[in-house]
């Protein structure tokens, strides 16, 4: 079992047959027992990653709804979704002053920080603390979840 904070990019590919599809598949295998978290902002960014990847493969609208509507239902079953606060959002514009992000890239960032944070929090103090993998198809913001010190998958690195 691993805990695992996927960002969108990630998110979407379970929904279209890409590279990494399969493995993003393997990730949510509930027999894997595998904790995942994502950021409330996701519920928005994945929508609109899945309506523009329909519109650049022609795909029907009762298909993409469809395919929001499996994202949804995703959400309640597979995730535990991380609610954006106030404090968030200042850590993540904070974020932004020392990193090249995104306003998106920066609030899934700081959703993970503070994942990683209460996980830490929650663990006793002679616990090894439990490792947050990032999940990012996005290789520039994986760079820069690195040197925040975050393990990290690419699930396109799985074809």
Same mark, same amino acid.
């Given at each position: =079992?691993? =805990?695992?904070?996927?960002?969108?990019?990630?998110?979407?590919? /379970? *929904?279209?047959?890409?590279?990494?599809?399969?493995?993003?598949? $393997?990730?949510? %295998? !509930?027999?894997?027992?595998?904790?995942?978290?994502?950021?409330?902002?996701?519920? &928005?960014?994945?929508? @609109?990653?899945?309506c523009r990847k329909a519109r650049e493969q022609d795909m029907p609208l009762e298909e993409r709804n469809i395919t929001i509507d499996d994202f949804r239902r995703d959400v309640r079953r597979s995730y535990s979704v991380w609610v954006v606060d106030t404090a968030?959002?200042? @850590?993540?514009? %904070?974020? +932004?002053? $020392?990193? /090249?992000? /995104?306003? *998106?890239?920066? =609030?899934? #960032?700081? +959703?993970? #920080? @503070?994942? /990683?944070?209460?996980?830490?929090?929650?663990? !006793? !103090?002679?616990?090894?603390?439990?490792? &947050?993998?990032?999940?990012?198809? %996005?290789?520039? #913001?994986?760079?820069?979840?690195?040197?925040?010190?975050?393990? &990290?998958?690419?699930?396109?690195?799985?074809?």
């Open positions: =079992m691993a =805990m695992y904070f996927l960002d969108s990019s990630a998110i979407v590919k /379970r *929904y279209f047959q890409e590279p990494g599809h399969e493995w993003i598949e $393997t990730l949510h %295998d !509930p027999n894997e027992g595998h904790v995942l978290y994502i950021a409330q902002a996701a519920l &928005v960014e994945v929508v @609109a990653s899945i968030l959002y200042t @850590a993540a514009g %904070d974020l +932004c002053r $020392t990193q /090249r992000l /995104r306003a *998106y890239d920066a =609030m899934q #960032l700081a +959703c993970a #920080l @503070a994942v /990683r944070e209460d996980a830490f929090t929650a663990q !006793p !103090p002679e616990a090894e603390p439990p490792d &947050v993998i990032f999940v990012s198809a %996005d290789r520039g #913001l994986l760079t820069l979840v690195l040197a925040e010190g975050f393990n &990290v998958e690419d699930p396109n690195n799985y074809t």
